[in-house]
């Protein structure tokens, strides 16, 4: 096998070990955004301006957390289009 093949493979391996991991990390942040949710859905005290905040940092982490991701598979297709040359 040569260097080039090789080094696809691991490239590969890679993406998979790489989306797997995003898949684990996605599945967790959503189970604790459900149960932050819902204590601050029984915190009575919290005022309206600051569920606001909450709620606009909760999507900024998730419009990151999506770039990211486009960022990230826009890096392997790049690489994939290497290999193919």
């Given amino acids: 096998m040569d260097q080039k093949q090789m080094f696809k493979h691991m ?3 890679n993406q998979v070990v790489f989306y797997n991991f995003f898949q684990a990390l996605t ?5 604790i955004e459900r149960i932050a949710n819902s204590a601050i859905d029984q915190a009575d005290w919290i005022p309206a301006e600051s569920l606001k905040a ?3 940092w909760d999507q900024s982490f998730k419009d990151a957390c999506d770039n990211f991701r486009s960022n990230v598979d826009q890096s392997y ?3 994939k289009k290497y290999f193919a040359g």
């Fill in 77 to 79: 297709k790049q690489i």
């Fill in 54 to 56: 909450i709620e606009l």
């Fill in 11 to 13: 490239v590969d391996f």
């Fill in 27 to 31: 599945l967790l942040q959503g189970q």
